[in-house]
């Protein structure tokens, strides 16, 4: 059974920087897409970002498009999200997924999750 652990949230002030880090467990990574995944209080979860398992391919939410950099290492069985240039609108639950369907920023192609890590922007 795939595991997958979030790392790396904390608090940020606006226009800083955050890597979060998705460590996996009990499978290998290499035949599954990565998806990041964020939730606010009181809003629905959004797709933030998705990488192919080759690391070929990559998809941003237009909210963060330019801001953040999806990454992944099959060696370390990790994936990554880099946040540049945090906003207080940034601030959610961050969830990593995998899928066994393909890239995607909808999180019904997504069957495993991880437990979330919080990202807080703010001064």
């Known amino acids: 059974q795939l595991q997958l652990v979030e790392s790396g949230g904390g608090l940020v002030q606006p226009g800083g920087s955050l890597r979060l880090s998705c460590a996996a467990s009990?499978?290998?990574?290499?035949?599954?897409?990565i998806g990041w995944f964020r939730q606010a209080p009181g809003k629905e979860r959004e797709g933030v970002s998705c990488?192919?398992?080759?690391?070929?391919?990559?998809n941003y939410a237009d909210s963060v498009r330019g801001r953040f950099t999806i990454s992944r290492d099959n060696a370390k069985n990790t994936a990554y999200l880099q946040m540049n240039s945090l906003k207080p609108e940034d601030t959610a639950v961050y969830y990593c997924?995998?899928?066994?369907?393909?890239?995607?920023?909808?999180?019904?192609?997504?069957?495993?999750w991880g437990q979330g890590t919080q990202v807080t922007v703010s001064s």
């Open positions: 009990g499978r290998t990574l290499d035949y599954y897409a």
């Open positions: 990488i192919s398992s080759s690391g070929i391919s990559t």
């Open positions: 997924a995998a899928s066994n369907r393909g890239e995607s920023l909808s999180a019904v192609d997504f069957g495993d």
